[in-house]
């Protein structure tokens, strides 16, 4: 089984940058994910990887500007938000993909707590 615990949100102004840490106990993976969900919303994907060999996605609202990356000798992902924009605020969650289709919740098991990420304009 493995747990991820996400750390890192806090509450920034418009243009700031944060990073998120995501780090997993117990047995290894291959894939990993973030998503985020703001009140009302349903969870959306934001980005993912692959630990193997460091393919990455990115969901179009946050490409160019947020960047997923991997320290498997610390088993930890880690997605780095830069130009933050209030829209971005939400609860941001990591989990392990176990399915194909990378921007699907249903591929995605293991979620951590989440992590609360604020921007103020």
């Known amino acids: ?14 243009g700031d940058s944060l990073r998120l840490s995501c780090a997993a106990s117990g047995r290894t993976f291959s894939n ?8 009302g919303k349903e969870r959306e994907f ?6 193997s060999n460091g393919s990455t996605y990115y969901a179009d609202s946050v490409k160019g500007r947020f960047t997923i990356s991997r320290d498997n000798a610390k088993n930890t992902v880690y997605l780095q938000m ?3 924009k209030p829209e971005d605020s939400a609860v941001y969650y990591c989990a392990v993909r176990y399915g194909s289709r990378i921007a699907d919740t249903r591929a995605y098991g293991n979620w951590g707590q989440g992590t609360q990420v604020t921007v103020s304009s």
């Open 32 to 39: 990993g994910g973030w998503f985020r969900q703001a009140p």
């Open 82 to 84: 830069n130009s933050l």
């Open 1 to 14: 089984q493995v747990q991820l615990v996400e750390s890192g949100g806090g509450l920034v102004q418009a």
């Open 46 to 51: 934001v980005a993912a990887i692959n630990l």
